[in-house]
């Protein structure tokens, strides 16, 4: 139901899926409002560059500060995406250009935390695009036992790698961080806020402290995008005034 065929929703296989390299005039081309590519935005920052070869360009967000990027280049590429000084698609694969651009955040990962997380956010796409409503019940239930389960495990450590951050946490951010402007409502995942889950919610806030965090969450962006991408959901196109999580 989506019309914005850019947007990863949910997971959806890379039509590049790389791996990328990055030369000094590439590109990275995200959309602040979609969640992976939130995520690779983080990884991006994760540390300082002396000498950044890639150049991120936000598709939309005038005023966030990057330089603005005519999307209609990409093709069918799925953003995020890379592309090369020919505006040629390289990879389009988050996972990848995540672990290229920060692979720190890779070291010691178990491939079940990526999936669990990423399953989580999925659950969340399929639960707003469901029409019957026995199914869309049972995936409710479904996907607020996944959210009991994450909270239970973070309230007995800080992040799902211990005590340090790794991708499994971001790409878990980026989805708890929509729950209360996106997904209680326009997706009807109606099972409880973040602030219903005060582990989650606890993770959130730590990792939001984190500079690379904090310059790329922009929740006005989030809402933005998903309400105006999901036209199913929201054939009037109206935009929440509210619903921004606590994250201070």
């Keep these: 139901g989506t019309v914005n065929p850019h947007l990863r929703t949910p997971w959806t296989p890379p039509v590049h899926p790389g791996p990328p390299t990055f030369g000094p005039r590439d590109k990275l081309v995200v959309d602040l409002g979609d ?9 991006h920052a994760w540390r300082d560059r002396d000498d950044p070869a890639l150049l991120i360009a936000e598709t939309d967000l005038a005023d966030f500060g990057l330089p603005e990027f005519d999307v209609d280049t990409l093709g069918r590429a ?3 995406a890379c592309l090369d000084a020919n505006d040629t698609v390289t990879c389009d694969d988050p996972i990848a250009i995540a672990h290229t651009l920060a692979p720190e955040l890779f070291d010691g990962v178990h491939s079940e935390d990526i999936a669990r997380a990423r399953g989580f956010l999925d659950d969340f796409y399929l639960l707003g695009g469901l029409g019957d409503q026995g199914t869309y019940e049972e995936a409710h239930r479904k996907l607020a036992q996944c959210a009991s389960s994450l909270h239970s495990a973070l309230r007995e ?3 799902i790698g211990g005590r340090a951050p790794n991708i499994a946490d ?19 995942a109606s099972f409880g806020l973040l602030a219903d889950f005060p582990a989650l919610q606890d993770h959130a806030r730590d990792l939001y402290e984190l500079p ?22 929201n054939p009037k196109g109206i935009l929440p005034a509210a619903g921004a999580p606590d994250l201070d």
């Design 170 to 188: 971001l790409i878990l951010f980026a989805t708890t961080v929509r729950m209360d402007p996106v997904f209680y409502e326009l997706y009807k």
């Design 157 to 159: 450590q800080r992040f």
């Design 212 to 233: 690379a965090v904090f310059m790329h969450t922009d929740v006005e962006r989030m809402k933005a995008a998903h309400y105006t991408y999901e036209p199913i959901l």
């Design 35 to 43: 969640p992976w590519s939130h995520v690779v935005a983080i990884c």
């Design 78 to 80: 799925l953003l995020p």
